[in-house]
């Protein structure tokens, strides 16, 4: 198994983990009396052979799951039933314009604070899409912008939701995108923050 993220559910009662190489979301029950995991019923769902899930994020309201899957570039919409912790996909997108047919790798996905917007980084292709999150936690993708560098490791949406910042490793360099409130678009800010071989942000409250 090589489970690249692992995370409790909102409710604290489940433990999930995108395992890239059995191409599989793994699901526990928590045991918060012994402080063990259970494998759940059913104890994983599948992804399509070699779309390789990398990393997730939980809508806040708990009953959608979005997992980005590394291989594919795509993301999978999944309705979550938090009573019995089972994942039932309806929905997957690419993380690609339509037509290109070059190597890419995602890396980062990630929901803007308010809930509205979802963000995933495209490595190679070296861009991050974003998608607007629809009444039933659909996705549309709506527009995608140039990180500036290269091989955008991860990235990293500030606690005011007003800037992202791109760890584009290969470029020793952090690129800073100001983020529309009503459209979700990132613009550019100028600023690039030289580190090197940067790979992830962490915002301290």
């Not at 594919?72 to 994942?87: C, H, K, P």
Request: hydrophobic share 40%.
């Amino acid at each position: 198994p090589h489970a690249h993220m692992i995370e409790a559910d909102p409710s604290g009662r489940f433990v999930l983990a995108a395992d890239l190489a059995l191409d599989q979301i793994l699901v526990w029950r928590f045991d918060p009396a012994k402080g063990t995991l259970i494998p759940n019923d059913p104890p994983s769902v599948a992804l399509p052979a070699g779309d390789g899930p990398r990393h997730f994020v939980f809508h806040p309201k708990g009953q959608w799951f979005y997992s980005l899957q590394e291989e594919a570039s795509t993301v999978v919409t999944f309705d979550y039933d938090a009573s019995n912790g089972r994942l039932s996909a309806k929905q997957t997108l690419s993380t690609l314009p339509r037509g290109f047919a070059g190597t890419n790798f995602t890396s980062e996905i990630a929901l803007s604070p308010d809930a509205r917007f979802v963000y995933v980084a495209n490595r190679l292709h070296d861009s991050i899409a974003w998608f607007t999150i629809g009444a039933d936690g659909t996705l549309t993708w709506v527009g995608e912008e140039w990180t500036r560098g290269d091989y955008p490791r991860s990235f990293t949406i500030d606690p005011s939701g007003r800037f992202l910042f791109s760890c584009n490793q290969r470029s020793d360099a952090i690129a800073s995108f100001g983020i529309n409130p009503k459209s979700g678009a990132l613009t550019f800010t100028g600023q690039y923050t030289p580190v090197g071989s940067p790979a992830h942000i962490v915002f301290l409250r």
